[in-house]
């Protein structure tokens, strides 16, 4: 159970990384995540065949897959959007909605009731939204590709709730991973005509010289291979033996520990805590940031609970992030 309850850790811990090396990577938002799907699913290739985990799609579920794979690229460039023109404390808050937003997609997509408590969390998230969009307006950019990414979350989680009992998980990685980077790839020449100088080729540094930390293709490699991969693997072997509970609680400290290493890796509590060029206090982004936190407790409490709790979210999520 503590080698399990490690291993559930160390994979939010990964996925919270990736905050970190999305803003370390030079390249802008759209072709890094080309760069990230491709070398995910290229990774994920090998593990299948290696393993003997081949496992036959159906037709109709192909086109499930491919949908959630472009869903899930649009998620990707919406966060790391949010992390340039924002930063990664901003786009990790905006993204902690997610939970909500799916409470509330819910019922929409797999016919259930919809819960009036939901609601209120629901709104209680997007008043604290608008309170840091109204005290932070210089990020207000950032701030709306956030909760675009919190969205499409929502979105995909949702719709992969409907499939996941029927596939691997690795195979479903595998597919969305594929999918996603072909649309991504069908779209780059729409960027370039309108961003033509979009940079496409990763900056490459010695790993022996004192620039090494500016290699964005060692950057790509441990965000597609430790934060997607192995974060995966990790998670679902964790999932075996852990109850709900713990599960979901882990699951829910990923904005925190990204926030944390975002606070570590680039000083960022001096740039959302403090007002800008002063050391007075950030009050709006604080009670903001308090609202969207206070929602998400009190949505994961509502999760905890017997009738809520799903031993099968990370299945559901796929082990993306």
Same mark, same amino acid.
């Given at each position: 159970?503590?080698?399990?309850?490690? $291993?559930?850790?160390?994979?939010?811990?990964?996925?919270?990384?990736?905050?970190?090396?999305?803003?370390?990577?030079?390249?802008?938002?759209?072709? /890094?995540?080309?760069?990230?799907?491709?070398?995910?699913?290229?990774?994920? &290739?090998?593990?299948?065949?290696?393993?003997?985990?081949?496992? @036959? %799609?159906?037709?109709?579920?192909?086109?499930?897959?491919?949908?959630?794979?472009?869903?899930?690229?649009?998620?990707?460039?919406?966060?790391?959007?949010?992390?340039?023109?924002?930063?990664?404390?901003?786009?990790?808050?905006? /993204?902690?909605?997610? #939970?909500?937003?799916?409470?509330?997609?819910? +019922?929409?997509?797999?016919?259930?009731?919809?819960? +009036?408590?939901?609601?209120?969390?629901?709104?209680?998230?997007?008043?604290?939204?608008?309170?840091?969009?109204?005290?932070?307006?210089?990020?207000?950019?950032?701030?709306?590709?956030?909760? &675009? &990414? *919190?969205?499409?979350?929502?979105?995909?989680?949702?719709?992969?709730?409907?499939?996941?009992?029927?596939? +691997? *998980?690795?195979?479903?990685?595998?597919?969305?991973?594929?999918?996603?980077?072909?649309?991504?790839? /069908?779209?780059? @020449?729409?960027?370039?005509?309108?961003?033509?100088?979009?940079?496409? %080729? +990763?900056?490459?540094?010695? =790993?022996?010289?004192?620039?090494?930390?500016?290699?964005?293709?060692?950057?790509?490699?441990?965000? #597609?291979?430790?934060?997607? %991969?192995?974060?995966?693997?990790? *998670? =679902?072997?964790?999932?075996?033996?852990?109850?709900?509970?713990?599960?979901?609680? #882990?699951?829910?400290?990923?904005?925190?520990?990204?926030?944390?290493? *975002?606070?570590?890796?680039? !000083?960022? !509590?001096?740039?959302?805590?403090?007002?800008?060029? #002063?050391?007075?206090?950030?009050?709006?982004?604080?009670?903001?940031?308090?609202?969207?936190?206070?929602?998400?407790?009190? $949505?994961?409490?509502?999760?905890?609970?017997?009738?809520?709790?799903?031993?099968?979210?990370?299945?559901?999520?796929?082990?993306?992030?």
């Amino acid at each position: 159970m503590k080698n399990a309850l490690i $291993q559930m850790h160390l994979a939010v811990l990964l996925w919270g990384f990736t905050g970190v090396l999305g803003r370390a990577i030079s390249l802008d938002a759209p072709v /890094l995540v080309w760069y990230r799907m491709l070398l995910t699913a290229l990774f994920m &290739a090998i593990i299948l065949f290696y393993r003997k985990q081949w496992v @036959p %799609v159906d037709r109709r579920d192909m086109t499930r897959l491919a949908f959630i794979g472009v869903l899930i690229s649009l998620h990707w460039v919406a966060f790391y959007a949010s992390i340039k023109f924002a930063n990664i404390s901003i786009a990790l808050v905006c /993204l902690s909605t997610a #939970s909500i937003f799916t409470s509330i997609l819910d +019922p929409l997509v797999n016919k259930g009731r919809r819960d +009036p408590q939901e609601v209120a969390l629901g709104s209680l998230a997007i008043v604290g939204v608008y309170l840091i969009y109204r005290f932070q307006q210089f990020y207000g950019l950032g701030i709306a590709f956030g909760i &675009a &990414a *919190a969205i499409l979350s929502s979105v995909f989680t949702v719709l992969n709730k409907k499939i996941a009992s029927q596939y +691997p *998980a690795r195979t479903m990685v595998f597919y969305e991973m594929t999918t996603g980077w072909v649309f991504l790839t /069908l779209l780059l @020449p729409v960027l370039y005509y309108f961003i033509p100088h979009t940079r496409f %080729v +990763p900056y490459t540094a010695s =790993l022996l010289g004192k620039n090494w930390l500016h290699n964005d293709w060692l950057w790509l490699v441990i965000m #597609s291979l430790c934060c997607t %991969v192995w974060a995966q693997s990790l *998670a =679902l072997t964790a999932l075996k033996r852990l109850s709900s509970f713990t599960v979901t609680l #882990s699951v829910n400290l990923e904005p925190v520990y990204g926030i944390l290493l *975002a606070f570590v890796f680039y !000083n960022e !509590n001096r740039e959302i805590i403090f007002n800008k060029g #002063s050391n007075d206090l950030n009050w709006g982004f604080l009670s903001g940031m308090g609202l969207i936190l206070l929602s998400v407790v009190l $949505q994961m409490l509502r999760l905890l609970k017997p009738r809520f709790a799903a031993s099968g979210f990370l299945k559901e999520k796929g082990g993306i992030d």
